[in-house]
């Protein structure tokens, strides 16, 4: 069995759970996913499994995407992710994945991997939470202001801006993993995982989907 699946963030709701209380979940389309690619340690140097997910008009592929996919016998795949394994694989290139081994309760807790929205340029308010200056009638137009950035007196170090200085700057778009989120229901039929709590990432954005590494 792979570790994991490739799916897309639907959107959030909720549903009615055991003893009737209410339960907020995220809905996410999981699968159906190719295996483009079978890595062994004898060939590869370590044993993995290489997943298609959503389907591409060619003209929006390149040629060697194109001839990589047409070697699992499929089309070629708008997103492709690789799951590194300990053991090697109990799957073939061209086997087609779904929420199976989601379903039935066999994984009870997952890990959720994806892209934080993107927020843009955004200053040290709003991006770590700053106090700002003095709303006085002295200080202005400093009001949201970082302060100061590095000392530069006789006898400091002379190294200007520590590294890691939070300071104004991009502001999401980064890969962050939700850890052992509970599966609240499955189903196969529209290949629907629902998971409890919330996720990263904009609707319609990638997640990774995999068993939870902290929680069995």
């Not at 994991?4 to 995220?26: C, D, F, N, P, W």
């Not at 995407?65 to 499929?74: P, V």
């Not at 709003?126 to 106090?131: D, E, M, Q, S, T």
């Amino acid at each position: 069995m792979t570790p994991g699946i490739l799916g897309k963030k639907i959107g959030m709701t909720r549903v009615i759970g055991e003893r009737g209380v209410m339960q907020t979940v995220t809905v996410v389309k999981a699968g159906p996913c190719v295996v483009l690619q079978v890595k062994a340690k004898e060939t590869d140097g370590y044993d993995a499994v290489q997943l298609g997910f959503d389907d591409v008009k060619p003209h929006r592929s390149t040629v060697p995407m194109i001839g990589h996919a047409a070697k699992a016998s499929t089309g070629p795949k708008r997103y492709i992710r690789e799951f590194r394994l300990a053991e090697p694989a109990d799957v073939s290139r061209g086997d087609v994945l779904t929420i199976d081994q989601f379903a039935d309760g066999k994984v009870k807790f997952v890990d959720v991997v994806g892209r934080t929205k993107g927020k843009g340029f955004a200053g040290v308010m709003k991006r770590h939470g700053f106090g700002g200056m003095e709303a006085s009638h002295g200080v202005e137009r400093k009001h949201r202001s970082a302060g100061s950035i590095c000392g530069a007196a006789p006898g400091a170090t002379g190294r200007g801006i520590k590294k890691g200085k939070r300071m104004a700057g991009h502001m999401g778009n980064v890969r962050r993993t939700a850890c052992s989120l509970k599966v609240v229901g499955t189903d196969s039929d529209n290949g629907l995982i629902l998971i409890q709590g919330s996720i990263p990432g904009p609707n319609g954005g990638l997640v990774v989907v995999r068993s939870s590494k902290k929680k069995g």
